[in-house]
């Protein structure tokens, strides 16, 4: 839950010699396996996808996670560099937090809604934002030609990708996750030293795809 605030932690079983496995979310210090997907590698497919598919001159907004949290400021970061900085002609009017929560990203968007007049994509952090701006677009009657991106491939992003109101999840494979920490703990127990880390891909869910996640 809080990458700095485990480091203790971690360097007390460092020091008693006992392996840690950091499980989803890194810790800022200590030695330890991290298992799990890099967040900004999320980031990163949502830029590629929107980079590909936003029009000439695009106009964008983003809804970003808790502020100060590392997760937040890497996905934001993968965004940027995979279409931002390839693409000068998007310009981004307005980047606010929503909390990673689906009625604040509502809230949020509401606000965008009366604000301007014009824009072509809501890009948020995870789905549950994502959500609450398709909500608000749909109450405002605003949604026709505005692409959205969430993360995390819920249930009811999936439903909204397949008909045709998201545009785009990042599905995070929690069984492939569970299933490396296993695996670096039978290489521990097998004498073998640990792996430094071991990553799982995040994985883009789109409309030509989604049935394949549905169904899992």
Known sequence: VDYQGIVPGVEKANAAGIPVIALGIESAGGSYTFVGSKNIDAG???GEFMKAK????AKILYLQGT???YHSQERLQGFTEACLKSRPDVKVLANLTGNYDRAEGMKVTEDWVQS???FDAIIAA???MALGALQALKTANRLKGVMISGIDGTGDALKAIKDGEMSQSIFQNARGQAEGAYAVIKTIMS???AP???LIPFESIVAENVDKY???
């Open 116 to 118: 301007f007049k014009q």
């Open 214 to 216: 549905m169904k899992k």
């Open 44 to 46: 990163r497919l949502q």
């Open 67 to 69: 502020p100060g949290l």
């Open 126 to 128: 995870n789905d549950q």
């Open 191 to 193: 004498g073998q030293p």
């Open 196 to 198: 430094d880390e071991l």
């Open 54 to 57: 936003l029009p000439k001159d």
